[in-house]
């Protein structure tokens, strides 16, 4: 769905009756038909769901030109805020009403909320803070706004997708084993399990602290130290036990989260704001790829896995470093 076609309301109005759609339908599913749950709830649902979340980050960011961080930040924390708030509501929802009336509420529940909220979205007027030229550390902005065609035709495209895609690998490797290797690393099961919650806190948390922090510091330097955050954390985990075992879970999941709050920002910054929801969902292409891919190399053994996380990240790292040598050189070419 493409904001220039329409406008923000409307693409995020019919992007959210499709989602809930797909919830209610879900819960029609008859038993027996499990394939049914991949045309509703996956299909119906997650396309929804994507293009409502592209369409609210492209317009709230209309709305903060000057602090593109928090503003993104803001909007992938509530993302990360809304499965801890939903998970435990899920679960009594199905236990006092069983799958299909769950289904029905948690569809018009959403149906309420967002009727409720959709007045409040709207885009500033033509004009709005057109005087602000970016400065100091995210000088690098473009002053050009991209289409995906034209986006897909540079080098910065391909170095910030497959700088998402390596450098949140690590998260996705190693998500599937937190709770096990915990047991193996002297955890009790209740801690184990309680890992998880640990991992769902700190990438909630890191996807508004550090984007907001990349509006006064810049968007590489925090991601050069988002990714070797993970690096270490990673290297950690090889042998780390206990303690430090939970520790490094931590860090893992909290640098999935920061780097899953900056590259929206890291996009706009350089293909600009107008197009932003197209754009970086094209961008997202490549994390959805590992997010498919990844999760099978817990299959290949431990130490396949963390040398596999480890090298993916390294070269999340290198990615970052040319494209901001590539972005250093446009600017002083433009000069």
């Known amino acids: 769905m493409s904001l220039n076609r329409f406008k923000p309301k409307t693409v995020i109005l019919l992007a959210n009756i499709i989602m809930m759609i797909g919830i209610f339908t879900m819960g029609m599913v008859p038993v027996g038909q499990p394939w049914l749950l991949s045309v509703t709830f996956g299909a119906l649902g997650g396309f929804g769901a994507g293009a409502g979340y592209n369409a609210v980050l492209a317009t709230i960011s209309k709305w903060f030109p000057d602090r593109k961080g928090f503003a993104t930040g803001l909007i992938v924390f509530m993302v990360g805020a809304h499965g801890l708030i939903m998970a435990p509501i899920g679960n009594a929802l199905l236990n006092s009403l069983g799958f299909r009336n769950a289904a029905i509420v948690i569809a018009v529940g959403y149906a309420v909320i967002f009727f409720i909220c959709l007045p409040f979205v709207h885009v500033p007027q033509d004009g709005f803070m057109s005087d602000y030229v970016p400065a100091g550390a995210n000088a690098m902005a473009s002053r050009k706004n991209y289409t995906v065609k034209e986006m897909v035709r540079t080098k910065e495209f391909y170095l910030i997708t497959c700088a998402m895609a390596f450098g949140t690998a690590a998260y996705f490797i190693l998500n599937p084993m937190v709770k096990s290797l915990g047991m193996e690393r002297d955890l009790s ?90 754009n970086y969902g094209v961008v997202m292409i490549g994390y959805g790829i590992v997010c498919l891919i990844c999760p099978s190399l817990v299959n290949a053994g431990v130490n396949v896995a963390f040398t596999a996380a480890a090298a993916a990240v390294i070269i999340g790292i290198i990615l970052v470093l040319l494209l901001a040598r590539l972005n250093k050189k446009n600017r002083q070419d433009e000069a």
């Open 189 to 278: 099961e209740a801690t184990a399990t309680g890992a998880i919650m640990i991992l769902s806190i700190a990438n909630c948390l890191a996807r508004l602290l550090v984007p907001t922090l990349s509006d006064k510091f810049g968007r590489t330097p925090m991601l050069i130290i988002t990714f070797a955050v993970c690096l270490a954390a990673v290297i950690g985990m090889m042998s780390a036990t206990g303690m430090l075992y939970l520790i490094c879970t931590f860090f893992v999941a909290f640098s999935y989260g920061a780097s899953f709050g900056l590259f929206p920002s890291v996009v706009m910054d350089n293909f600009g704001p107008k197009n932003s929801g197209a």
